[in-house]
């Protein structure tokens, strides 16, 4: 059945049984659309919602079009925005490679490229690298795209966004304007570029998104709360679906570093996933998340697209993020392939505007959470005690009074402390005659011992000069 379908879209006998390993029974709706376009030689522009088998439209034809070849240059290039996300392209297509014999190289920052090098001098033929490390490849000349027959952007909003993309037309002017070029994104539609710029001719464009930009397969809900009642409030989630795997979504690596440590301080089993981790670091926290050694990952935005966990029941975000595209990306992480899951959207009074845009963006507006598990008006209270108490300890005004209350009740105490010693029977007063008598003893010991002239030795001198003058008058 799987073969059939999948010869139908024309791929060979190898990548039939590659589709076999990977454990795809059928094609889906963008595999079905694109695979036939990028066999036929043509550029392509597609759009299908995360968890689509987009990966696969891609790496299938790819490797498929473009056979393994003699020599160290590559002939498919795939750039994608993460470290991650490159890592899992390169699974895919190297459990292609075990039937096309293809050589993969993954060239991503955060590890040593020494071992990157050595591969690509021993020869490649697809290449998959992170925009920043295949710059510096380039410019130490360790890599060389000029038999690259195949581009392939990945996340293709995201790497032709303002912060990608002067990194990204220098990659491509490294490559020959003959090549074929694919673009891939969940949210492609959103993205502003010239076509023109990116493609040598004009591309085809497959769109398998419907109306909804999100998928069916995820239950989304918002919760309208204070900024300060988010800590509470997400441990008392966290605990109420322990055994859940859970990934929550925030802002800034600073804020993933505090929510981490605030729920390790409530022992739950967390690991966390930044820009900031080692290329081990992050690697780890994935795959503990996925053997279920953690059930709650804290990661910002570098975790929201592509990567594929299995299973994820829920997707907290913590924090909005910047844009509504992300949104649709954060949530993809649940409901992946034929699976079910749920996120949530923490939502502060000041933000009810700005998540308004977001739900008009989404064509919906999203339901409110129920909280049997949590009094909202007991942590709130809490929260704002915590604020005045935090304001007080920030007031100089009220420090200094602090200090000078203090100050007061330590000599008021010290003045107590003195009257209960004069009390004391012992603490008589003691003669004042003593010391003088002593001082005089002293003065005269001293006097004894050598200040003092001896009188039997000024006379023993005075009767030898008379001697010695009576000699010397006879």
Known sequence: MCANQF???????????????????QPTPVQTQAIPLVLAGEDVMAEAQTGSGKTAAFALPALDAFAHTKGSKSTVLIVTPTRELALQIAEVCQTVAKYTHHRVVVA?????D???????????????ATPGRLLDLLSQKAVSLANVGLLVLDEADRMLDMGFWPDVRTIMAATPSTRQTLLFSATLEDATFDIDEVFARQPQKVSVSPQTRTTDQVEQFKLSLPQDVKPPFLQAFLKEHAGERIIVFARTKNRVDTIFRRLGRAQIAVDRLHADRSQNQRQRALEQFATGKVNV???TDVLSRGIDVQ???WVINYDLPRQAQDYVHRIGRAGRASATGSSLTLVTPDQEQEFRSFERYLGAPLQELALPFFDMDEATSKAQARAARAQDRRDPELQQAKKEFSAKAKRKQHAKEQAREEKRPHAKKKSSSRKPKQLIRGKQ????QGSRPNKTS?????KRGQSNRARHVQ
């Open 445 to 448: 010991s001293r006097n004894a």
């Open 297 to 299: 990952l804290v990661a």
């Open 114 to 128: 020494k071992p990157q090098k050595a591969q690509i001098k021993r020869g490649v033929d697809v290449l998959i």
């Open 108 to 112: 991503v920052g955060g590890v040593s």
């Open 458 to 462: 000024a006379s023993r001198g005075t």
């Open 311 to 313: 299973d994820v029941d």
């Open 7 to 25: 010869k139908m879209l024309g791929l060979s006998t190898p990548l039939l049984q590659a589709c076999e390993a990977l454990g795809y029974s």
